[in-house]
Nanobody, 124 residues
Framework: QLQASGGGLVQAGGSLRLSCAAS????????MGWFRQPPGKERAFVAA????????HYADSVKGRFTLSRDNAKNTVYLQMNSLKSEDTAVYYC???????????????????WGQGTLVTVSS
């Protein structure tokens, strides 16, 4: 249902844009989130966007560097990642959860859909 893409290898300070496309359904009424799991660590919340209205919410570690946007026509959410650091290296996952408020997606529970991961590697 969710297809994540855009990962790759980038040098520190560089940029990448991740995409998460939803197939065969509208995302209206959902919050779309991004999570990441660094090697050997647990999954952590990165950012989320409310499909209706477009308000956003970011983890402190990425505020000012990462930006979420959405394309209603393409049913796609984008995560623009700038000023990348080595600690951003992780497998990134997108998720969709019924909208009960932006912060409720942070724990990654009761998510309806998960995308497959896309690997982001930042070399220092």
């Amino acid at each position: 249902q969710l297809q994540a893409s855009g990962g790759g290898l980038v040098q520190a300070g560089g940029s990448l844009r991740l995409s998460c496309a939803a197939s065969a359904r509208t995302l209206r009424g959902y919050v779309m989130g991004w999570f990441r799991q660094p090697p050997g660590k647990e999954r952590a919340f990165v950012a989320a966007i409310r499909w209706s209205g477009g308000s956003t919410h970011y983890a402190d570690s990425v505020k000012g560097r990462f930006t979420l946007s959405r394309d209603n026509a393409k049913n796609t959410v984008y995560l623009q990642m700038n000023s990348l650091k080595s600690e951003d290296t992780a497998v990134y996952y997108c998720a969709a959860k019924p909208d009960r408020g932006l912060p409720t997606i942070r724990d990654g529970n009761r998510v309806d859909y998960w995308g497959q991961g896309t690997l982001v590697t930042v070399s220092s």
